[in-house]
Nanobody, 124 residues
Framework: QVHVVESGGGLVQPGGSLRLSCVVSGRSSDYYAIGWFRQAPGKEREGVSC????????YYKDFVKGRFTISRDNVKNTVYLQMNNLNPEDTAVYYCATDIICNPYQITFLLDSWGQGTQVTVSS
């Protein structure tokens, strides 16, 4: 059974940066895509970014393009989300997931099962 643990969230001022980490256990991270999702209060969970294992292609939703960067370290079974130039609209609980669709057109979760997430709050 795959288990994920997210960390790295916190309170940051607009324009600031954070780096989220997702540690995957239960199977090697070499063989599947991993995605970051977020859920703001009163809103549905939405895809943010994902990275594939086959060609390490990365995809981003338009609202984070140019500001967020996803990367993976298969030795450490960890995926990172570097978030720069944060704004209040980025405030949410951020989750990672492995059972996903990851392509230029979709960042979608297939299994509605989540870790505890990590809270990101952007406020002055």
């Amino acid at each position: 059974q795959v288990h994920v643990v997210e960390s790295g969230g916190g309170l940051v001022q607009p324009g600031g940066s954070l780096r989220l980490s997702c540690v995957v256990s239960g199977r090697s991270s070499d063989y599947y895509a991993i995605g970051w999702f977020r859920q703001a209060p009163g809103k549905e969970r939405e895809g943010v970014s994902c990275i594939r294992s086959s060609d390490v292609s990365a995809y981003y939703k338009d609202f984070v393009k140019g500001r967020f960067t996803i990367s993976r370290d298969n030795v450490k079974n960890t995926v990172y989300l570097q978030m720069n130039n944060l704004n209040p609209e980025d405030t949410a609980v951020y989750y990672c997931a492995t059972d996903i669709i990851c392509n230029p057109y979709q960042i979608t979760f297939l299994l509605d099962s989540w870790g505890q997430g990590t809270q990101v709050t952007v406020s002055s």
